[in-house]
T-cell receptor
């Protein structure tokens, strides 16, 4: 059974600082997705990582995938308040295209 | 309308009521999903439909009954729910399955409260 673990689950950081969110998964997969969810809102797709070594960047966020280590990271550079949200990673289970989600990392960026 | 839409956005119902949630996708996708998101648990996949056939049913109680009349529409019929069924119900769709990438696009969700 595929399990997806994110850490930390809660992250409070100051504006301007850097930090990394980690996503580990238990079985082989080469497709991983990052989503953002604002309070009371739906999930917004951030990144699609489709192969080992994939790296994607959008603004202050950069995501990478290491399929051998079964690890993805979401790196935040010089955080700003607008990045406050919950971030989910999801791993493609493969057989029917089902995604298994992590528990999410609730990020709070304070001035 | 663009993307994935859901109606209603908010729903309050009693335990004896029958109601339905509706999802519509305008992306030309061939797979649709229902998820439950509650405060106590991570996103739980409930049902998957691929080309209008149900391919996944994750031990969901029978008081939840999905229906997919065509590739653009998905319903979740609710009857005799329990207070613990109160949650955000999210619909998603994706374009390709099995051996190809599967980015899912989510609707805004229906916030359900069962009294």
């Amino acid at each position: 059974e595929l399990k997806v673990e994110q850490n930390p689950l809660f992250l409070s950081m100051q504006e301007g600082k850097n930090y990394t969110i980690y996503c580990n998964y238990s079985t082989t997969s080469d497709r991983l997705y990052w989503y953002r969810q604002d309070p009371g809102k739906s999930l917004e797709s951030l990144f699609v990582l489709l192969s080992n070594g994939a790296v994607k960047q959008e603004g202050r966020l950069m995501a990478s995938l290491d399929t051998k280590a079964r690890l993805s990271t979401l790196h935040i550079t010089a955080a700003v308040h607008d990045l406050s949200a919950t971030y989910f990673c999801a791993v493609d289970q493969g057989s029917q295209g089902n995604l298994i989600f992590g528990k999410g990392t609730k990020l709070s960026v304070k001035p | 309308e663009t993307g994935v839409t859901q109606t209603p956005r908010h729903l309050v119902m009693g335990m004896t009521n029958k109601k339905s949630l509706k999802c519509e996708q305008h992306l030309g996708h061939n797979a649709m999903y229902w998820y439950k998101q509650s405060a106590k648990k991570p996103l739980e996949l409930m049902f998957v439909y691929s080309l209008e056939e149900r391919v996944e049913n994750n031990s969901v109680p029978s008081r939840f009954s999905p229906e997919c009349p065509n590739s653009s529409h998905l319903f979740l019929h609710l009857h005799t729910l329990q207070p613990e069924d109160s949650a955000l119900y999210l619909c998603a769709s994706s374009g390709r399955l099995s051996g190809s990438w599967n980015e899912q696009f989510f609707g805004p969700g229906t916030r359900l409260t069962v009294l």
